[in-house]
């Protein structure tokens, strides 16, 4: 057959020509490969929503009402005796706000529909024995991780997808953090502390029956400025709280020097007090607590109502932060009263940046490199 002259498909090749022959857009063709890749219930719904044209048709009605607002500015340009041009800004105002609240709302649902479909990195760290590869079981409902009473069991990081509640933790394991003269446990120590740098939440174990050392107060200067979440275990050996509560409350309220030159966000968190749970990982004591503790920090108050769609995709983020940028140009032109031929440049400019998401207005190189994504064939 390919001697006759036919060749391989390649990557997203039925994707790309449906697309290119108008049978769907690009935020239904990019759906194709999110559905593809699902990896729990929320991705496989919110991808189905976009399949189905749900994100598409938000997006036609931004730029119908874009097209709008450009054609009242012609009308009162071509006709300005019977046409009320302050009249129309005032409307266009009132249009505009709208348009920008919608498209607030889809780029603030951007970090919570990732974390909601790509799930969280969590880096469990502690010292040697306690308790972390008994965590990561308890979490993943199956024996993953070695455990024994032997300090410095656990090697290399193991990693595993867990669901709790809603969200999706991409769980690891680490070696426990010590000073070791063992060749092959220190590597492991140095890729736990690697694995913590980009970390989007920690779980920070101690060990109720051993008193805070100077090895305890590094571990907590080391992972302040992240998402922390303290776990106190073997509280069914020791009911000794007030140590170590008082300890990690004295090392988060001393103001380092370092801190000022951190942002905002990071320094804040080092000087705000974490979520401290005892718990017995044996008893299954705290793991509880520790879900909703982890669904208060990544996901929106349950008495807010979720979204109906959220945005996971950086491309269509960018092109909406891009829209808004030159929606917020007409406002302050508005105000300014600057010349009107002004205005409908930035509308268009906005118009153009909504294409961008559906694929009305984008270049042949970044329809390649998408399709490009996709499995072969698809």
Partial sequence: V???????AQPGEFSKRAFLNGKMDLTQAEAVMDLITAQNAFSLANSEKQLNGFFRDQIRHLRDQILLQTAHIEAALDDPENEDLSYNNMEMSAELNHMLSR???????????????????TVILGK?????STLLNLLAKEEKAIVTDLPGTTRDVVEESVKVGDLTLRLMDTAGIRETDNVVEKIGVTKALKESEDAELILLLF???????????????????????????????SSDLDCYQSFIAQAYTCEDAQLSSLPENQRERALSLPPIIPCSFLQGKGVQQLERTIASLFLHNELIPKQEFYLTSVRHRDALKRTKE?????????????SEE???????????????IIGEEVGDDLVDEIFSKFCMGK
């Fill in 2 to 8: 390919l001697y006759q002259g036919a060749r391989l």
């Fill in 342 to 356: 002004f205005l409908t440049v930035d509308l268009m400019n906005a118009y153009s940046s909504l294409g961008e």
């Fill in 207 to 237: 060990d109720l029956t051993q008193k805070p050392d100077d090895e305890s107060v590094r571990l907590v200067h080391l992972v302040k400025t992240h998402h922390v979440i303290i776990l106190l275990n073997k509280s069914d050996l």
């Fill in 326 to 338: 030159s929606l917020i140009l007409v406002k302050e032109g508005l105000l300014s009263k600057v």
């Fill in 103 to 121: 498209i607030n709302s889809m780029i603030e649902s951007y970090s919570e529909g990732l974390i909601r479909k790509e799930g969280i990195k």
């Fill in 128 to 132: 040697p024995n306690t308790g972390k």
